[in-house]
């Protein structure tokens, strides 16, 4: 999820742990948005609250490195944000530390469904949509047939230049029921089905790699339409761009809290993980940035007109799909490599 690609230094002063002190608890996370909104909702209140200092980094998702830190026993991190797919197979290759909900006052009910695995625990929930600006078209599209009908709804289209939740969106423009994409997507005929629609729509494509180029695309009039990243679409964008968000057919997902295998201070992780899983701060979070908060109790401290805005609204999600991580973790690889030889062609 929003991913920040330029950041190339892992900020880590991080990585030496003699930048850090006992009491430090050292938290890295995706960065931009996202981050800021933690800063505010997690970090300066549990610092305030603990006592504890707090150490904030940046990371682009290499899970390479934290399976560098747990073999060679340098774990210098004390909990990572991850998005589903890495955190299963964190899980399964021994990275990641389980996480038993109620050793830290939680209850599995009060999270959406899917939220807590046996290694990590989503704080936030997120969407992938389509958004278009109202401003270019005649009339509103409503569903992803709609983005690939290019005579009715003429201009170009944003997609994210990776196979994952792009072969959905195709799958889904082709008819496919909402709860069969992954079942139709897991056979080679429904793979080739998913790059055959997507063959319908290439040349009209203008792809995106960084969670900030779909606003940008669609503010400019480069595209009328796009998949974003909802929580990049805040509402002063909208109202000044004209642009809006199609909840039919959107994909949500978790980033998680997991604990690096071997981290120290892991009851003190513990008691942090807790803390920004609380409704109260949960709700704080999803006050500052339009992501939907894990915990329903969270949800449930937010104003009617702010829940509306979020993916986690009753009528929002129902609308939506989850994505299949263990889809993603069997298939991944293969699926993306696919996809990368089709665009490069």
């Known amino acids: 999820m929003i991913k920040i690609l330029k950041r190339t230094s892992l900020a880590i002063a991080l990585a030496a742990t003699s930048q850090s002190f006992a009491g430090d608890l050292t938290v890295v996370s995706f960065g931009g948005a996202n981050k800021d909104a933690q800063v505010k909702a997690f970090y300066k209140p549990w610092q305030q609250n603990s006592g504890n200092r707090l150490v904030s980094g940046e990371y682009n998702g290499e899970m390479a490195k934290i399976k560098a830190m747990v073999a060679t026993g340098s774990v210098a991190w004390n909990v990572v944000e991850v998005e589903g797919a890495e955190l299963a197979r964190g899980c399964d290759e021994g990275m990641f530390e389980e996480l038993d909900p109620a050793q830290i006052g939680l209850k599995q009910e009060d999270f959406v469904p899917g939220a807590i695995q046996p290694c990590g625990i989503g704080f936030l929930v997120y969407s992938t949509v389509l958004a278009y600006n109202r401003n270019k078209l005649a009339s509103a599209p409503t569903s992803w047939s709609d983005f690939w009908d290019v005579e009715k709804f003429p201009g170009k289209r944003g997609l994210r230049k990776l196979a994952k939740s792009t072969l959905e969106f195709a799958l889904l423009a082709d008819g496919v029921k909402p709860a069969e994409v992954y079942q139709v997507l897991a056979t080679p005929q429904g793979q080739d089905r998913a790059f055959a629609k997507l063959d319908q729509i290439k040349p009209h494509i203008q792809w995106w790699e ?37 909840w039919n057919g ?30 109260e701060q949960q709700k704080s979070f999803s006050q500052h940035i339009d992501y939907g908060a894990a915990n329903l109790k969270g949800m449930e401290l937010l104003d009617a007109q702010r829940v509306a ?30 996809f990368n030889a089709w665009a490069a062609r």
């Open 250 to 279: 959107g994909i949500y997902e978790f980033d998680s809290w997991a604990i690096p295998k071997g981290a120290p201070q892991q009851d003190m992780t513990r008691q942090f993980i807790g803390y920004t899983l609380a409704p």
């Open 210 to 246: 960084a969670g900030a180029q779909p606003p940008q695309f669609l503010a400019a009039g480069d595209v009328v339409m796009s998949s974003v990243y909802n929580g990049r679409l805040s509402a002063q964008q909208r109202q000044q761009y004209g642009l809006d968000i199609v």
């Open 309 to 338: 805005e979020l993916p986690t609204a009753p009528q929002n999600i129902e609308q939506q799909i989850p994505v299949d991580v263990t889809f993603w973790t069997d298939h991944g690889e293969q699926l993306e490599q696919r």
